[in-house]
């Protein structure tokens, strides 16, 4: 998302409240964790639009995006799923989002959590966030990889510096996060 995004979506139905409370700011939880990458991948090859009208019913689709929850899908989560037309119906989409909760509860033994093994990372440009992100996970690419990174706050770029949103996220961001 560009200047365009920080332009657009304030007062906007849809995009307004993401913006303005979510997009950029810190996230630490592990279940917020694998919803954000989820909806980055569902979003792949649709609006972004799409993505967050459908995001309620992707959350309790996919269990509110439990990591044990999702990690244990099996044949009949997936079909239910594919039925599901509140939901981005993909099996690719929706096959990756299960691997990588099996990544995710992974994470847990070896890091303590998705959130301890982002800040144990040492990459720090968008392409070497890219490479790890494809050697660990399923279906993030550039694109999927960047705009998770942005929206949790990992990657500059979510906001303009003029953007009203844009200190809030400054002065919310843990001292780990700043250097």
Not at 39 to 60: D, H, N, P, V, Y
């Amino acid at each position: 998302m560009s200047r365009a995004y920080c332009d657009l979506a304030p007062g906007h139905p849809i995009h307004g409240p993401y913006h303005d409370t979510e997009y950029g700011f810190p996230v630490e939880d592990e279940s917020a964790l694998l919803e954000r990458l989820a909806l980055e991948i569902m979003q792949a090859g649709l609006s972004w639009e799409i993505t967050l009208k459908k995001r309620k019913a992707t959350f309790t689709a996919f269990d509110r995006f439990k990591a044990a929850k999702v990690a244990a899908y099996g044949a009949k989560d997936i079909k239910r799923l594919l039925a599901d037309a509140g939901i981005i119906r993909n099996r690719l989409k929706i096959e990756a989002i299960i691997h990588n909760a099996g990544v995710i509860l992974a994470m847990r033994k070896s890091h303590g959590g998705f959130a301890k093994w982002l800040a144990a990372q040492t990459a720090k440009t968008k392409p070497e966030w890219v490479k790890l992100f494809k050697k660990t996970f399923k279906f993030t690419g550039g694109e999927i990889t960047g705009e998770f990174l942005m929206s949790i706050g990992y990657l500059p770029g979510a906001h303009e510096a003029d953007c009203a949103v844009y200190k809030r996220i400054v002065k919310s961001k843990p001292t780990w996060m700043k250097k």
